[in-house]
């Protein structure tokens, strides 16, 4: 294991790549709609029927964010 590390070779599970479709693909401008009218992700997500934490995690990883005033 030594002689590995001396060589720089990756070790462990290789780094994953994000999915091109997922269960809100598509839906990015009803998404800013919503950040735009201050609808929380909670309720965000009841409306498009999927989990707070994926509406959370789609936003910060599309970096949607709110539109400045």
Request: aromatic share 2%; proline share 6%; with cysteine.
């Amino acid at each position: 294991m030594s002689s590995k590390h001396q060589c720089a070779t990756r070790l462990g599970r290789p780094k994953g790549t994000r999915s091109s479709v997922t269960k809100l693909s598509g839906k990015d401008d009803l998404i800013r709609e919503y950040l735009a009218k201050n609808i929380p992700q909670s309720v965000m997500a009841r409306l498009l029927g999927v989990s707070r934490l994926t509406v959370r995690h789609y936003i910060r990883t599309r970096k949607l964010e709110k539109p400045a005033p």
